[in-house]
């Protein structure tokens, strides 16, 4: 598992992903709702957490090896 992929927190009909950014925690049920939740984070982070969820986001939208 990559850290895109996030961890798997609940599992069943609808799965929760989480991550840890800039000290908080991200659920979401896809990666688009996790990129929206970091988007609107980066504003207020430190640049060292700034960067750090922006490498997320970029994992977070490259398509995996399974979906192609």
Known sequence: MTAGQGEPLIGGAITVWMWCVGGRLILA???????????RLLPGLAPAERAAAQRLLDELRVPSAAAA
Do not use: D, G, H, K
């Open 29 to 39: 049920t896809s990666p688009l709702e996790a990129e929206r939740a970091i988007a």
